[in-house]
């Protein structure tokens, strides 16, 4: 979601559920969030279960495709799939780099990625 720094045009960007069986669906829950404001660009983690491998990196437009909405855009990449559980998420935009920590079991978990 975003909205003007005084609460006011609060907007839906992204809706990746609805309901209560989504919600206890960790697959669908965004965790780490970053944005590139020169890109108009959104980044977001979804860790996936405990110790499942299911977590993901998604990356998308600032702006809606025009006659979509937040829960059917058709614009959304997913960048990385099956980590262990990524949490934080970061850009380092002058060297083109995204860093992520991802809580899983070491080898792959427990770590900081580039």
């Known amino acids: 979601m975003r909205s003007n720094l005084n609460g006011s045009?609060?907007?839906?960007?992204?809706q990746t559920g609805?309901?209560?069986s989504d919600r206890r669906d960790a697959t669908k829950w965004c965790v780490g969030i970053t944005v590139d404001v020169e890109r108009k660009q959104i980044y977001w983690t979804q860790k996936g279960p405990d110790k499942a491998g299911k977590g993901r990196i998604f990356r998308t437009s600032t702006?809606?495709?025009n006659g979509q909405t937040a829960a059917n855009r058709t614009d959304i990449e997913v960048l990385f799939d099956d980590l262990p559980e990524p949490i934080d998420l970061d850009l380092d935009l002058n060297n083109r780099m995204m860093y992520?920590?991802?809580r899983g079991d070491p080898p792959r978990g427990n770590t900081v990625n580039p």
Do not use: A
């Open 100 to 102: 992520w920590t991802d």
């Open 63 to 65: 702006e809606i495709p």
């Open 9 to 14: 045009k609060i907007e839906t960007l992204i």
């Open 18 to 20: 609805q309901g209560d």
